[in-house]
């Protein structure tokens, strides 16, 4: 199979005007995110279900941090810490994890609906972009090669690289248009408008891209919902390895490790 | 590159400071990657030249960065593993995006 020659035509007129878009559609998607978060306002807490909620987070999260920054406490002061939370009796841990488990319909309808509001805004605006931008480019782009891939591929690629192009045996290696949409939009122009404009698009990017590829995999898209279904077995859980933690106040070695780093210090 | 020091005892890892370096890891990553698809394009390498390539590069990377903080990964990362080869497939689809629109338009159109 010879070598294709393309015009330059459309390379100024295709090629480039494809990727300047929707690099400017993807700035702006950016700056539409901020804007929005900038209007939005707090949530005020409502119902006693959510406060319940809140309730429970705050429960597992000081748990958690026990757990985990135990050296940082004294002996007594980390008994009394462990046994406020997991007393047989009166432990917070061991009340909480009496509780019914809630069935997953009731607790996801007491989600507030400010939560899935903001979701569904940002997985519309992500959502309507693409669309948007698929039937532009193969309602003005389409019947043409527009360049080559550098791999060689199977003729299973063809359906999808060679839309509009009806010729059969071209090589699947020549794409058409909505080919070089498809490898901007996977291709992650994210990453490039992160670079380019420092860190403040950082959690806007993570959670459209990975909102926008689990809708790819066909999963729903829960963000947060945490383990909504049996509170209890978690707070068992974090009781069964809050009393499993081996306590050593840091301090007690503090004079070793001074010896390490200043004998490392010194033998630079 | 500004890259704080991590103590790394059970306690001890400065978690703001862990983000930051691979925050910066991350985006050293990306250069990476931007600068290899943009030298199989223009260079015209086919198929698996190519994605050798990418490999060269990240590990020149990963070398660079070795050598930047002597050798001492314990220090401002949790392993080496996760500082020198762990992120080597996220970026991979943004080489391959660098790499076709420049091989397009250095060789083809």
Same mark, same amino acid.
């Given at each position: 199979?010879?070598?294709?020659?393309?015009?330059?035509?459309?390379?100024?007129?295709?090629?480039?005007?494809?990727?300047?878009?929707?690099?400017?559609?993807?700035? =702006?998607?950016?700056?539409?995110?901020?804007?929005?978060?900038?209007?939005?306002? !707090? +949530? &005020?807490?409502? @119902?006693?279900? *959510?406060?319940?909620?809140?309730?429970?987070?705050?429960?597992?999260?000081?748990?958690?941090?026990?757990?985990?920054?135990?050296?940082?406490?004294?002996?007594?002061?980390?008994?009394?810490?462990?046994?406020?939370?997991?007393?047989?009796?009166?432990?917070?841990?061991?009340?909480?994890?009496?509780?019914?488990?809630?069935?997953?319909?009731?607790?996801?309808?007491?989600?507030?609906?400010?939560?899935?509001?903001?979701?569904?805004?940002?997985?519309?605006?992500?959502?309507?972009?693409?669309?948007?931008?698929?039937?532009?480019?193969?309602? =003005?782009?389409?019947?043409?090669?527009?360049?080559?891939?550098?791999?060689?591929? !199977? +003729? &299973?690629?063809? @359906?999808?690289? *060679?839309?509009?192009?009806?010729?059969?045996?071209?090589?699947?290696?020549?794409?058409?248009?909505?080919?070089?949409?498809?490898?901007?939009?996977?291709?992650?122009?994210?990453?490039?408008?992160?670079?380019?404009?420092?860190?403040?698009?950082?959690?806007?990017?993570?959670?459209?891209?990975?909102?926008?590829?689990?809708?790819?995999?066909?999963?729903?898209?829960?963000?947060?919902?945490?383990?909504?279904?049996?509170?209890?077995?978690?707070?068992?859980?974090?009781?069964?390895?809050?009393?499993?933690?081996?306590?050593?106040?840091?301090?007690?070695?503090?004079?070793?490790?001074?010896?390490?780093?200043?004998?490392?210090?010194?033998?630079? | 590159?500004?890259?704080?020091?991590?103590?790394?005892?059970?306690?001890?890892?400065?978690?703001?400071?862990?983000?930051?370096?691979?925050?910066?890891?991350?985006?050293?990553?990306?250069?990476?990657?931007?600068?290899?698809?943009?030298?199989?394009?223009?260079?015209?390498?086919?198929?698996?030249?190519?994605?050798?390539?990418?490999?060269?590069?990240?590990?020149?990377?990963?070398?660079?960065?070795?050598?930047?903080?002597?050798?001492?990964?314990?220090?401002?990362?949790?392993?080496?593993?996760?500082?020198?080869?762990?992120?080597?497939?996220?970026?991979?689809?943004?080489?391959?995006?660098?790499?076709?629109?420049?091989?397009?338009?250095?060789?083809?159109?």
């Amino acid at each position: 199979m010879s070598d294709i020659l393309i015009d330059d035509r459309i390379r100024d007129w295709v090629f480039l005007p494809i990727i300047i878009v929707m690099f400017m559609i993807q700035m =702006f998607r950016g700056l539409l995110t901020k804007y929005m978060d900038n209007k939005k306002t !707090t +949530q &005020k807490v409502t @119902s006693k279900a *959510q406060v319940a909620e809140m309730i429970d987070k705050n429960i597992t999260q000081q748990s958690q941090r026990l757990a985990r920054l135990h050296g940082l406490l004294p002996d007594h002061s980390f008994k009394m810490k462990r046994a406020h939370l997991c007393d047989n009796k009166s432990g917070i841990l061991t009340k909480a994890s009496e509780k019914p488990a809630k069935d997953p319909m009731q607790s996801m309808s007491m989600m507030n609906p400010a939560a899935m509001a903001d979701m569904l805004k940002q997985n519309l605006s992500g959502i309507v972009f693409m669309a948007l931008q698929y039937q532009w480019v193969s309602y =003005f782009f389409s019947g043409f090669v527009i360049g080559k891939v550098p791999f060689p591929l !199977t +003729q &299973k690629f063809r @359906s999808m690289l *060679q839309r509009g192009v009806d010729v059969q045996n071209l090589d699947v290696r020549y794409i058409s248009s909505i080919s070089i949409y498809f490898v901007l939009l996977f291709g992650g122009l994210q990453k490039i408008q992160q670079l380019m404009f420092g860190d403040d698009t950082d959690e806007f990017v993570d959670d459209t891209q990975m909102q926008m590829q689990m809708q790819m995999m066909g999963m729903p898209t829960m963000p947060s919902f945490g383990q909504q279904n049996d509170p209890g077995k978690l707070f068992i859980a974090e009781r069964t390895r809050l009393e499993g933690v081996k306590h050593t106040f840091e301090l007690n070695k503090s004079q070793d490790k001074a010896i390490k780093s200043l004998k490392r210090f010194l033998n630079q | 590159m500004e890259e704080p020091k991590v103590e790394l005892d059970d306690l001890e890892v400065n978690q703001e400071r862990l983000k930051q370096n691979t925050n910066q890891l991350k985006n050293l990553r990306v250069y990476g990657s931007l600068n290899a698809g943009m030298i199989a394009g223009i260079l015209g390498m086919d198929g698996w030249i190519g994605m050798g390539i990418y490999v060269v590069i990240f590990l020149i990377v990963s070398a660079c960065l070795a050598i930047k903080m002597n050798f001492r990964v314990k220090e401002y990362f949790k392993s080496s593993y996760d500082a020198y080869y762990s992120g080597i497939g996220t970026d991979l689809l943004l080489f391959l995006m660098i790499w076709v629109i420049f091989h397009n338009l250095v060789n083809i159109l």
